[in-house]
C-alpha cells in the first residue's frame, strides 16, 4: 500500500502533471443517452414502452453508430455516453434501467444496448470520423437488484456504519442504492480493472459519476491509474462551484463540470435576470488550476431542460440560441446534451429524458436553432482565441452590468471580444476604451464571427462601439495595439 501511495503522489506532483497531464481543450462534447437516441436494431427491444418515460425505449449502440454522421454535422469532436453496461434485468421504483445507473456487470453492454462487439463497432465508427469516446463510469454503487448485493455483502457499507459515521456522503448510500466500500480489496481491484477493461476498448477519457459519494483516497489511486494511461478524467460533483472544481482539479481530475455557471446562465438568460450572476462565477477563473478543462453545460439529465425554464415556449427557441451561442464564446470545454441543439423541452427526470427528434422531424424554431448552433461551432473552431484563448472581463459600467457583459478571448496574435446582450431589444452601446480596460486601434464595422447573426462592432476615437441584437451573445475579432 505503501508504494501505491507514494506513487500516487509521484502521479500528481506539478512536474508529472506538466508532462502526462491529458486534456480535451479544445474540444466539443455531445452528452448521448443511447435508449434515448435512435433505435438502430429493434431485435433487442425487450419491455420498450415508448408511452412511458420510465420504461425502455429502444435506442441502442446501433443506432448511435448510424447517427454519428449527424453528431460529427453538428460539430461536436467527442461523444460522452452514459453507461452502457448490463444493467439489473428488474424495474425498482416502477422505473427500467435504461438510464445505465443501475449496474449488474460492470465488463459487459446490456442487451437492450447491444452487445460489446456492438460496443466495439461504435468506438471504430466514432475514432474513423475523428472524434473521441468518453464514456461514464460508475464507482459508488450497484443496481438496487443486483445479484452482488447478495453474493458479495462484504462489498457494501453496512446501515450500521452509516449510522455511526461523520462522514454520509462517502458510507451511506445515494438514493438508497447499495453502497460499494472501496477500502474493500476486491471492490478496489474491480473497479480498476474496469477502468482498464473499457480503456482497452478504445475509450479515450472517462466521465465519473457522482464522485462526492466516493471517497477521496480510492478516487486518487483510480485517478493515478488514468493519469498514468493518459485518459482524461471528468467528475460530476453535484452543483460544485469554482472552488469545488478547483479543488479536484488540484486533486487529479481533469476537469469538472461547473454547475454554479449552469445556474446563472439560466437565471440570466432563461429567467431574465441580471448577468451580474454570470460576470461573478467567470470572475472567480482565475482559482482554476486548468480553467481550459473546466466542463461547461446548459443542462444535462439530471436537470430540467435549459428551454424549460421559461414559462413561454415560443421563446425558448431564441433563448437556447442565445445559451448556445454564450456557451461556446467561454474559455472551457462544451457539452451540449443531446436535444439542445434543438431547444427540446422537458422539466424534472424523466421528462429532460424525451427521445430524441432528428431533422426530418423538426419544425423551422428547432432547425434554427441547430443551423445557429452548428455556425457557432464552425466560428469557434476556426479560432484559436475561442478555442484556446485566456479569457479575461472588462470593466464594463456599472449602468450597463445587468444587460452587458464583456470580455476577450486571446491567443497568440489573435484577440476575440465577446459580447451578451440580456436586453431586450436591439440597442447599440458606445464605451470608453480607457473605462473597459482596452487598447485598441481604431477598426471599420466589423461582422460577428458567427456569420448569421447581425451584430457588429466599430472602434473609433476611444470608443467601443457595439449594435447587438436583443437577447444574443456575438464574438468579434479585434485588432489590438502592440
Given at each position: 500500500?505503501?508504494?501505491?501511495?507514494?506513487?500516487?503522489?509521484?502521479?500528481?506532483?506539478?512536474?508529472?502533471?506538466?508532462?502526462?497531464?491529458?486534456?480535451?481543450?479544445?474540444?466539443?462534447?455531445?452528452?448521448?443517452?443511447?435508449?434515448?437516441?435512435?433505435?438502430?436494431?429493434?431485435?433487442?427491444?425487450?419491455?420498450?414502452?415508448?408511452?412511458?418515460?420510465?420504461?425502455?425505449?429502444?435506442?441502442?449502440?446501433?443506432?448511435?453508430?448510424?447517427?454519428?454522421?449527424?453528431?460529427?454535422?453538428?460539430?461536436?469532436?467527442?461523444?460522452?455516453?452514459?453507461?452502457?453496461?448490463?444493467?439489473?434485468?428488474?424495474?425498482?421504483?416502477?422505473?427500467?434501467?435504461?438510464?445505465?445507473?443501475?449496474?449488474?456487470?460492470?465488463?459487459?453492454?446490456?442487451?437492450?444496448?447491444?452487445?460489446?462487439?456492438?460496443?466495439?463497432?461504435?468506438?471504430?465508427?466514432?475514432?474513423?470520423?475523428?472524434?473521441?469516446?468518453?464514456?461514464?463510469?460508475?464507482?459508488?454503487?450497484?443496481?438496487?437488484?443486483?445479484?452482488?448485493?447478495?453474493?458479495?455483502?462484504?462489498?457494501?457499507?453496512?446501515?450500521?456504519?452509516?449510522?455511526?459515521?461523520?462522514?454520509?456522503?462517502?458510507?451511506?448510500?445515494?438514493?438508497?442504492?447499495?453502497?460499494?466500500?472501496?477500502?474493500?480489496?476486491?471492490?478496489?481491484?474491480m473497479l480498476l480493472d474496469n477502468a482498464n477493461f473499457w480503456?482497452?476498448?478504445?475509450?479515450?477519457?472517462?466521465?465519473?459519476?457522482?464522485?462526492?459519494?466516493?471517497?477521496?483516497?480510492?478516487?486518487?489511486?483510480?485517478?493515478?491509474?488514468?493519469?498514468?494511461?493518459?485518459?482524461?478524467?471528468?467528475?460530476?460533483?453535484?452543483?460544485?462551484?469554482?472552488g469545488t472544481v478547483a479543488e479536484w482539479q488540484n486533486n487529479?481530475?481533469?476537469?469538472?463540470?461547473?454547475?454554479?455557471?449552469?445556474?446563472?446562465?439560466?437565471?440570466?438568460?432563461?429567467?431574465?435576470?441580471?448577468?451580474?450572476?454570470?460576470?461573478?462565477?467567470?470572475?472567480?477563473?482565475?482559482?482554476?488550476?486548468?480553467?481550459?478543462?473546466?466542463?461547461?453545460?446548459?443542462?444535462?439529465?439530471?436537470?430540467?431542460?435549459?428551454?424549460?425554464?421559461?414559462?413561454?415556449?415560443?421563446?425558448?427557441?431564441?433563448?437556447?440560441?442565445?445559451?448556445?451561442?454564450?456557451?461556446?464564446?467561454?474559455?472551457?470545454?462544451?457539452?451540449?446534451?443531446?436535444?439542445?441543439?434543438?431547444?427540446?423541452?422537458?422539466?424534472?427526470?424523466?421528462?429532460?429524458?424525451?427521445?430524441?427528434?432528428?431533422?426530418?422531424?423538426?419544425?423551422?424554431?428547432?432547425?434554427?436553432?441547430?443551423?445557429?448552433?452548428?455556425?457557432?461551432?464552425?466560428?469557434?473552431?476556426?479560432?484559436?482565441?475561442?478555442?484556446?484563448?485566456?479569457?479575461?472581463?472588462?470593466?464594463?459600467?456599472?449602468?450597463?452590468?445587468?444587460?452587458?457583459?464583456?470580455?476577450?478571448?486571446?491567443?497568440?496574435?489573435?484577440?476575440?471580444?465577446?459580447?451578451?446582450?440580456?436586453?431586450?431589444?436591439?440597442?447599440?452601446?458606445?464605451?470608453?476604451?480607457?473605462?473597459?480596460?482596452?487598447?485598441?486601434?481604431?477598426?471599420?464595422?466589423?461582422?460577428?464571427?458567427?456569420?448569421?447573426?447581425?451584430?457588429?462592432?466599430?472602434?473609433?476615437?476611444?470608443?467601443l462601439h457595439l449594435s447587438l441584437p436583443a437577447k444574443d451573445?456575438?464574438?468579434?475579432?479585434?485588432?489590438?495595439?502592440?
Amino acid at each position: 500500500m505503501r508504494c501505491l501511495a507514494t506513487l500516487t503522489a509521484l502521479l500528481l506532483t506539478p512536474a508529472a502533471l506538466a508532462q502526462a497531464t491529458p486534456s480535451m481543450e479544445g474540444q466539443i462534447i455531445y452528452q448521448v443517452m443511447p435508449d434515448r437516441f435512435f433505435d438502430g436494431d429493434p431485435a433487442n427491444n425487450a419491455g420498450v414502452d415508448r408511452a412511458n418515460l420510465r420504461a425502455w425505449h429502444g435506442g441502442d449502440l446501433a443506432g448511435l453508430t448510424q447517427k454519428i454522421p449527424y453528431i460529427k454535422s453538428l460539430g461536436a469532436t467527442a461523444i460522452w455516453l452514459t453507461p452502457v453496461y448490463q444493467q439489473q434485468a428488474k424495474s425498482s421504483f416502477d422505473t427500467a434501467a435504461y438510464h445505465g445507473y443501475w449496474p449488474e456487470n460492470f465488463q459487459n453492454v446490456d442487451p437492450h444496448f447491444g452487445s460489446l462487439a456492438t460496443f466495439d463497432t461504435f468506438v471504430k465508427t466514432a475514432k474513423d470520423a475523428g472524434m473521441k469516446v468518453i464514456l461514464d463510469q460508475v464507482i459508488n454503487h450497484f443496481g438496487y437488484e443486483a445479484s452482488a448485493v447478495k453474493q458479495h455483502p462484504a462489498w457494501f457499507h453496512t446501515q450500521a456504519q452509516c449510522d455511526a459515521t461523520n462522514d454520509q456522503d462517502t458510507v451511506c448510500p445515494l438514493a438508497g442504492l447499495p453502497d460499494l466500500n472501496q477500502q474493500q480489496p476486491e471492490v478496489k481491484k474491480m473497479l480498476l480493472d474496469n477502468a482498464n477493461f473499457w480503456r482497452a476498448r478504445g475509450v479515450d477519457a472517462f466521465r465519473y459519476d457522482a464522485i462526492k459519494h466516493v471517497e477521496q483516497a480510492f478516487l486518487q489511486e483510480l485517478l493515478a491509474q488514468d493519469r498514468a494511461a493518459g485518459t482524461w478524467t471528468l467528475g460530476e460533483w453535484y452543483d460544485a462551484d469554482t472552488g469545488t472544481v478547483a479543488e479536484w482539479q488540484n486533486n487529479g481530475f481533469d476537469s469538472l463540470f461547473l454547475f454554479s455557471l449552469q445556474s446563472a446562465l439560466k437565471r440570466s438568460i432563461m429567467n431574465g435576470q441580471s448577468l451580474r450572476g454570470v460576470r461573478e462565477v467567470l470572475s472567480r477563473s482565475n482559482e482554476l488550476p486548468r480553467p481550459g478543462e473546466v466542463t461547461l453545460f446548459l443542462d444535462n439529465h439530471d436537470v430540467p431542460r435549459f428551454a424549460q425554464a421559461t414559462l413561454f415556449e415560443d421563446e425558448a427557441p431564441q433563448l437556447t440560441r442565445y445559451g448556445l451561442r454564450a456557451l461556446l464564446t467561454l474559455r472551457g470545454i462544451p457539452v451540449i446534451w443531446q436535444g439542445t441543439e434543438i431547444a427540446m423541452r422537458g422539466g424534472a427526470d424523466p421528462d429532460n429524458r424525451r427521445d430524441m427528434r432528428f431533422d426530418n422531424q423538426w419544425n423551422q424554431s428547432e432547425k434554427m436553432v441547430f443551423d445557429a448552433t452548428r455556425t457557432a461551432i464552425v466560428a469557434r473552431k476556426a479560432s484559436p482565441a475561442l478555442n484556446h484563448g485566456v479569457q479575461t472581463l472588462l470593466n464594463v459600467p456599472d449602468s450597463y452590468q445587468d444587460n452587458l457583459l464583456l470580455f476577450t478571448r486571446v491567443q497568440d496574435e489573435q484577440t476575440v471580444l465577446a459580447a451578451w446582450h440580456n436586453g431586450k431589444e436591439r440597442r447599440t452601446y458606445s464605451i470608453p476604451l480607457n473605462k473597459l480596460g482596452l487598447s485598441t486601434r481604431d477598426q471599420a464595422v466589423t461582422k460577428s464571427l458567427f456569420t448569421d447573426q447581425d451584430a457588429k462592432v466599430s472602434i473609433s476615437k476611444g470608443y467601443l462601439h457595439l449594435s447587438l441584437p436583443a437577447k444574443d451573445a456575438a464574438a468579434f475579432p479585434l485588432g489590438l495595439e502592440k
